[in-house]
T-cell receptor, first 114, second 110 residues
Framework: ETGVTQSPTHLIKTRGQQVTLRCSSQ?????VSWYQQALGQGPQFIFQ???????GRGNFPPRFSGLQFPNYSSELNVNALELDDSALYLC?????????????FGPGTRLTVT | RKEVEQDPGPFNVPEGATVAFNCTYS??????FFWYRQDCRKEPKLLMS???SGNEDGRFTAQLNRASQYISLLIRDSKLSDSATYLC???????????FGTGTSLTVIP
C-alpha cells in the first residue's frame, strides 16, 4: 500500500451538479497531483499543489478547482458536471518540488455522471 | 501532437517470452522518465525509473534514448503475473507536470 487514500471510492452524480473528491497524501509528502483517467486512456494531469499553492495545471477548464490543506491533504472540486467528466480520478503524492521525486497513487474515485 | 505516445497493443505473449515496449516523447527538455504498471481497475504503481545509462531491476530493463526521444521497457522470462497495462511517464521541463502515455496492454498466456 502507498499510504495515499481517497474518498469516496465511487460516486454517481447528475449533469450540472458539483462534486468534491478528497485525498490524503502519504506521510512526509507535501506535493499532491490530481489526474483524470477516462476508460482506455492514460491518466491526464489536472493540477498539482505544493505547500497549499497550485504550481502546475493541465488543460482543464476553471470549473476544475482544488485546495491543499496544512496537513497536505487535498480536495478536487468539479462544478457544473458534464457527462464527459465520468472517469477515474486519481491523486498522487510525492516529496518536494523536485521532478525526480517518484509519485505514489491513491486507489482513485470512480465518478459517474448521468 | 501528444506529449507521450505508446503503442496500445495488446501484446499477447506466452509465458517465458521476452517482450519490449517503446514510448516516444515530444519535449526534448523533459527531465524524468518512469514506467508504471496498472492492473485492471486499480491505480498505477511505479515499476521503475528510467535513467540515461539504462537500468535493470530483475527481469525488467529500462532504456532511455535522449537523441531519439524514446524510452523502452524490456521484460524477460514473462510471468502470468506480468499481465497488466504498462504506462510510460515523462515529466515536463518545469518538473511540475507528469505526462502519461495511453498505456500498453500485456497479456501473458500459459
Amino acid at each position: 500500500e502507498t499510504g495515499v487514500t481517497q474518498s469516496p471510492t465511487h460516486l454517481i452524480k447528475t449533469r450540472g451538479q458539483q462534486v468534491t473528491l478528497r485525498c490524503s497524501s502519504q506521510s512526509g509528502h507535501n506535493t499532491v497531483s490530481w489526474y483524470q483517467q477516462a476508460l482506455g486512456q492514460g491518466p491526464q494531469f489536472i493540477f498539482q499543489y505544493y505547500r497549499e499553492e497550485e504550481n502546475g495545471r493541465g488543460n482543464f477548464p476553471p470549473r476544475f478547482s482544488g485546495l491543499q490543506f496544512p496537513n497536505y491533504s487535498s480536495e478536487l472540486n468539479v462544478n457544473a458536471l458534464e457527462l464527459d467528466d465520468s472517469a477515474l480520478y486519481l491523486c498522487a503524492s510525492r516529496s518536494g518540488r523536485d521532478s525526480q521525486g517518484k509519485q505514489y497513487f491513491g486507489p482513485g474515485t470512480r465518478l459517474t455522471v448521468t | 501532437r501528444k506529449e507521450v505516445e505508446q503503442d496500445p497493443g495488446p501484446f499477447n505473449v506466452p509465458e517465458g517470452a521476452t517482450v519490449a515496449f517503446n514510448c516516444t516523447y515530444s519535449n526534448s527538455a523533459s527531465q524524468s522518465f518512469f514506467w508504471y504498471r496498472q492492473d485492471c481497475r486499480k491505480e498505477p504503481k511505479l515499476l521503475m525509473s528510467v535513467y540515461s545509462s539504462g537500468n535493470e531491476d530483475g527481469r525488467f530493463t529500462a532504456q532511455l534514448n535522449r537523441a531519439s526521444q524514446y524510452i523502452s521497457l524490456l521484460i524477460r522470462d514473462s510471468k502470468l503475473s506480468d499481465s497488466a497495462t504498462y504506462l510510460c511517464v515523462v515529466n515536463s521541463n518545469t518538473g511540475n507536470q507528469f505526462y502519461f502515455g495511453t498505456g500498453t496492454s500485456l497479456t501473458v498466456i500459459p
